[in-house]
């Protein structure tokens, strides 16, 4: 039997439409996995977990800097109340109880925010001269580089420690929550790769799901999840 991985969805402005792009869950599929999509339903969170092996956040909008004791700042853009109220405790309850999750750009702010960490609301209030990160390019297309920690989880999945990803994000994590350390960053210092240093857990800020089809070694990442997931079974929540 394919092992279930839960994928959390993103919603429109106006509340109305709940969507997901189609690359995660191709990769989910390609990697071995069957992709099960979230709606955005707080409260639910347990009954939802307990029908998946493994958990995927997606990308997406601004998280409330409220969930880690800040007050907007003027460059934090769109957030969404719900997503953030449901994925939260999903990441919380995920990780309490030792389920394989892989967080995507904005998944891995959530996975570091869900457990005590911070992210900075904008970059440019983090690094003097930051990259560029929110590219003027295909979203197949990396453009910039990556260093990876030697020994890292990630770095086997990838195959080396230097490699090129795209990207397409304004906010990066700051404070770094006690169940993670740090494997990946941008040139200019941003963190890129996040990994738990008990259970599986590991969140990216690039989006492998859009590089696996033209760089088959972005593909692992999703493998790693599946493998993970199948070797778990069901989880007791």
Known sequence: MLPLIGITCSESRDGVRMYLNRPYAAAVAAAGGLPLLFPLMPGRERIFL???????????????????????????????????TFELELARLALGAGMPVLGICRGLQVLNIAVGGSICQDISLLISAPLKHSQDAPRWYPTHGLRISSGSRLAELLGGTELRVNSFHHQAVERIAAPFHVVARSPDGVVEGLE???????????????????????????????QAAALCGQTNL
């Open 50 to 84: 307990r029908r998946v092996q493994g958990l995927l956040f997606s990308g997406g909008g601004d998280i409330d800097p409220f969930y880690f004791n800040e007050e907007p700042h003027p460059l934090t853009r769109w957030i969404s109340p719900a997503r953030d």
């Open 196 to 226: 738990g240093k008990d259970n599986y857990a590991l969140g990216v800020q690039f989006h492998p799901e859009e590089l696996w089809q033209r760089d088959a070694r972005f593909l692992n990442i999703f493998r790693s999840l599946v």
